[in-house]
Structures are given as C-alpha cells and as structure tokens.
C-alpha cells in the first residue's frame, strides 16, 4: 500500500504539533489553575512550573512508542501477515497518533495539577481502552472502519459521562480508572475469541508481554499509593514514572501482537 509510508510522517507532525501546543499551554496556564489534581501518585509538587517532574517526562515514553508503531508500518515490516492492522492505512494511522495522545495528555496532569490535566489524563487512558476493545470486537464480529469509529466513540463518551458516578471500587479507588480496567477486561475477552474462536494465528509472547507489562505497572502503582515504604516523594525515582514507561512499553508490544495476527 503505497500511502503506508505516510504514517510515519503524519505521526511525527502531530507528535511535533501535540508537544509544542503542550508547552504553549504549561507556560501560559491555559490549563487552569494549580488544583492538587493528581497529587495523590506519592511525587511532591514542586514550585516550579513542572509540578511533578519525574511524572511528567516519564510520559515521554508513549510519544517514542507511538513513534516506533508508526515508523516501522510505513516502512512495512510486516507486510507478510494478513491482517486488519497491516491493511488499514486508517487503523495504523491512528493507533500511532493515539499512542503518540498519551504522552503529552498525562503529562498536562502531572506538570500542572489541574483539572483540565486531569480530564485529558483519563481521556487518554479511554482512548487506549476504547481502542483495545473495539479492536478486538471489529476482528471478531468482522465490521468496518465506520462501526469500528461509532462503538470506539460510544465508549469512550460512555467513559466520560459515567467516570464520576458515586461509587469507589477497590484497589482503583477512581470509578474513571475501574471503568478502564473493565474494557481491559473486554479486550482480553475478544482477544481470546479470536483466537480460539476465529482460530486467528498470533505470536502470543507479545499479547503475553504486553499484558504482562500492563499488570507489574498496576501492581507498582498501587504498591507505591498504599505502602508507605514505596513512596519517597523527593525522590526523582517514582512509582507512577515507572508505571507510565511500562504502560509505554505494553502499547508497543500489543502493537507487535496486532501485526503478528494472520488469517487468510
């Protein structure tokens, strides 16, 4: 597919974009004002303009993942599989770009702890969940790109609206993040549907790593909000840093189970 190439570039100008308009927006506080939002995740808030700094440039990571996803589809390396992921310009397209969202939209948090920072920081964790689930339910039920973008949006607006319902879960506390763990949940329904279901072939070791990744980065963030032992919010070695680059690092291996998949 010849425009595949353009993934790269397109990935780039709005990784490029996405940050300059980020930095526009800590330095002339178009996020609002300092309201302790996310001071919660052990890190002190610093007086300087970077509240949590170790947080914040942790989030890097997703912006080098998305990078990555995107570099090596428009250089088609996986052209030999047959799948959804390596057949849609749109679908590489936009996994890359939404990749590339989560870096910059936590870091609004964690640099300015407000709420507009808040918002975009669960926003960006429905995005991936939305996606994740509405993926795995596309390959599955076997609908195009246009229902593939009404239920992804069904269910991040259902995030949104319903985040702040009057119930605290355990172990998550937030409803916003249980509501993300249960499309998490859905994902890994479909996902095993697909494969012993669709009979769809995959190296498995990356949708092993990935969600691998995915539950040692929820184990360090809860172990470092409920033991004080884990919690030196000083230190410039953090908890919810190292949980931001292993959840960088799960969204580029479930990248690698997508384009493993083949089926005829």
């Known amino acids: 597919m010849e425009n595949r190439k353009h993934i790269f570039t397109i990935t780039l100008a709005f990784a490029l974009a996405l940050m300059a308009l980020f930095l526009l927006a800590l ?6 004002e300092w309201s302790h939002t996310g001071d919660d995740f052990c890190e002190a808030s610093r007086p300087g303009i970077v509240k949590q ?10 912006v080098i993942a998305g990078l990555a996803v995107a570099w090596q ?17 749109f679908t590489g397209t936009f996994f890359s770009c939404m990749a590339v969202f989560l870096g910059p939209a936590s870091m ?4 300015t702890e407000t709420r507009l920072g808040g918002f975009l920081d669960m926003l960006s964790m429905y995005l991936i969940a939305a996606f994740t689930a509405s993926y795995a339910m596309q390959r599955f039920f076997k609908y195009s790109s246009t229902v593939f973008t009404v239920v992804f949006s069904a269910i991040v607006l259902f995030c949104v609206f319903a985040q702040h319902l009057p119930y605290k879960p355990p172990l998550v506390g ?3 993040s249980f509501l993300f763990g249960c499309f998490i949940a859905v994902t ?32 360090i963030w809860n172990l470092e909000r409920r033991v004080d032992a884990f919690c030196n919010p ?9 949980w931001h680059l292993l959840d960088a690092l799960a969204v580029y291996f479930l990248f690698r189970f997508y384009v493993s998949e083949h089926h005829e």
Do not use: C
């Not at 250089?75 to 849609?88: E, G, H, L, P």
């Not at 890994?188 to 790593?209: A, C, L, P, Q, T």
């Not at 230190?235 to 919810?240: D, R």
């Open 27 to 32: 330095f002339n506080g178009w996020l609002g």
């Open 53 to 62: 700094p170790a947080n914040t440039i942790s989030n890097i990571g997703f």
């Open 73 to 89: 589809l428009s250089r088609n390396r996986f052209a030999q599989t047959k799948n959804v992921f390596n057949q849609s310009f």
């Open 108 to 111: 609004a948090m964690h640099a």
């Open 174 to 176: 937030f409803f916003g």
């Open 188 to 219: 890994i329904v479909f996902e095993s549907f697909n494969s012993f279901v669709r009979k769809y072939d995959h190296d498995i070791k990356w949708g092993i790593f990935s969600l691998g990744s995915l539950l040692i980065a929820f184990l």
């Open 234 to 242: 000083h230190s410039l070695i953090q908890g919810h840093a190292i």
